[in-house]
């Protein structure tokens, strides 16, 4: 196992991705994690001020193929070469597909299926370069039980299930692991446009009655980046509360 293990995450400003990187830190005292922000940094800034030396902001564009490249330069240079990369960064853009607009179309495909495909190419170089690595993408409950209004988000995130199996395959044999987690509703990921009567009907049709603590998703993410973790890949991980 790398004992120094350097981690990039992308969607680092959100709920899911601030928990993640905090598991990470609070927990494993040799790790640097490495923040993956385009915009909105503040949440970054701070956890990088907290946990100084040992968590840094890197900007990255994940639907840009230089914007991968010039992020782990950057790893390179302050830390080494990168062993961990979770894609959670993503956005979903709902609507019915009969009034779905192109723009609608295209631009969640490639915010949550290119995006990790530019990811995962990136980082096979410096992977297979260790014989050793981790990566964890983030998929959606939306992959298994696609409700209505959201072909393109449910279209992208089975994508990344089908990426996530065929890449698994391909470096079972040079020490990199790939696996995948559906999660399900999340405290404070929730959307905006729910109302308070919406949430409750929610949490009253998840058998365990309340949604996802962000830690409880960054504890099996950080499971899948671990030594112990080294027979699993090619696979994905259901977390809803047993809803579906």
């Not at 992020?71 to 961990?84: F, H, M, P, T």
């Not at 990344?160 to 890449?167: F, H, I, K, N, R």
Request: with cysteine.
């Amino acid at each position: 196992m790398q004992t120094n293990r350097r981690i990039l995450i992308t969607g680092a400003n959100g709920t899911l991705g601030q928990a993640t990187a905090r598991y990470f830190l609070e927990r494993d005292a040799a790790c640097h994690v490495f923040l993956g922000v385009r915009e909105k940094r503040e949440r970054a800034e701070a956890l990088v001020a907290e946990f100084a030396g040992r968590a840094f902001l890197c900007p990255l564009e994940i639907t840009c193929d230089e914007a991968w490249m010039a992020a782990l330069n950057q790893i390179e240079a302050q830390s080494g070469l990168i062993n961990v990369l979770i894609n959670n960064a993503g956005y979903h853009d709902d609507a019915l597909l009969v009034t779905m607009s192109h723009a609608q179309w295209s631009g969640v495909l490639e915010a949550n299926l290119s995006s990790v495909f530019l990811g995962c190419q990136a980082v096979m170089n410096p992977m297979m370069q260790q014989r050793w690595g981790r990566i964890i993408n983030v998929a959606s409950l939306s992959a298994l039980h696609s409700p209505a209004g959201q072909t393109n988000y449910a279209a992208a995130k089975a994508g990344v299930l089908g990426l996530t199996q065929s890449l698994a395959k391909e470096t079972a044999r040079l020490g990199i692991t790939v696996n995948a987690i559906c999660p399900g509703h999340i405290e404070g990921a929730l959307p905006a446009t729910w109302t308070k009567e919406q949430i409750k009907a929610v949490k009253r049709e998840t058998p365990m009655r309340r949604f996802a603590r962000p830690e409880e998703i960054a504890a099996v993410v950080f499971f899948l980046a671990s030594a112990e973790a080294s027979y699993m890949t090619g696979g994905h991980l259901k977390l809803d509360g047993a809803l579906v």
